[in-house]
C-alpha cells in the first residue's frame, strides 16, 4: 500500500488528538498555561496541509505572515483562515482560502481527512486542519498582501529529531517557553507546530 493510500486509512481511525498537539504547547516561562481574556465563543476556521510528491519524497507549503498590527504578525503558519458565510463547511473554508493566499484550486476530491481541531488561545479560534494530497508539485501564485514568504517543507525534515527544538519567545508582552519545528531556519511554533505534530505522530504510526 502506497503512503497516501496508508495515511488516508489511518486518517479514518481515532487521532493521536490533544495529547500530539500538546508536546508543541507554548507555556508561559514560569511554567504556567497561557490565558487571554475573550467574550463570546469562538471564530472558526480551515487551514490546509497540502502534501505532494516529489523525487520520492513528500512536501508540504507553509506561509510567512506578513509584520503587521495583528496577533500572528509574522509566524509561520499553514494556508487558511476564518470561516465566511458561504463556505459549506471547514474544509470549503481551509481550500477557498487556500485559493485566495496561495492561488491553488484544491478540489474536495483531493482532501484525504482532518486532523484534530484545535482552539487557538490567542485569537480565539477553533481551527480543524484539513488535509489533502495534489497530483503533482502545485504551482503557487501568493498574494503579497497576505503571504511574506512561501517555505517549502518535507515530511523527512519534519521527522528529523534535530528539527524539534525551544527557545522563549515574546508574545503582547508575555515571556513564553515555546517548543518549535526548526523549518529552513525559521521558527514554526504555535498552533501550525502542535498541528504538524499530530501529522507526524501518526506518519511514524504509518511508515
Given at each position: ?156 525534515e519534519l521527522l528529523l529529531p ?29 498552533a501550525t507546530a502542535m498541528i ?12
Open positions: 500500500m502506497d503512503f497516501k493510500s496508508k495515511l488516508e486509512n489511518r486518517m479514518q481511525m481515532p487521532l493521536p488528538g490533544v495529547s500530539a498537539q500538546n508536546k508543541m504547547r507554548a507555556k508561559r516561562s514560569n511554567g504556567g498555561a497561557i490565558f487571554f481574556p475573550h467574550e463570546g465563543p469562538p471564530m472558526r476556521g480551515g487551514v490546509a496541509l497540502l502534501l505532494y510528491q516529489e523525487r520520492g519524497s513528500w512536501y508540504f507549503p507553509l506561509m510567512k505572515r506578513p509584520v503587521y498590527g495583528g496577533i500572528h504578525s509574522g509566524q509561520i503558519s499553514l494556508p487558511g483562515g476564518k470561516m465566511e458565510s458561504l463556505d459549506q463547511d471547514l474544509i470549503d473554508t481551509a481550500l477557498r482560502e487556500t485559493r485566495e493566499e496561495l492561488g491553488l484550486s484544491i478540489s474536495h476530491q483531493q482532501v484525504i481527512g482532518s486532523l484534530t481541531e484545535l482552539y487557538i488561545i490567542a485569537s480565539h479560534f477553533n481551527i480543524l486542519p484539513v488535509v489533502a494530497v495534489l497530483d503533482s508539485k502545485p504551482v503557487i501564485t501568493a498574494d503579497k498582501r497576505e503571504v511574506q514568504q512561501v517555505i517549502i517543507a518535507s515530511i523527512d534535530h528539527t524539534s527544538k525551544e527557545k522563549n519567545i515574546l508574545v503582547r508582552g508575555h515571556e513564553l517557553y515555546a517548543p518549535y519545528f526548526d523549518i529552513g531556519n525559521e521558527v514554526v511554533w504555535g504538524l505534530n499530530e501529522f507526524i505522530t501518526i506518519v511514524r504510526e504509518i511508515e
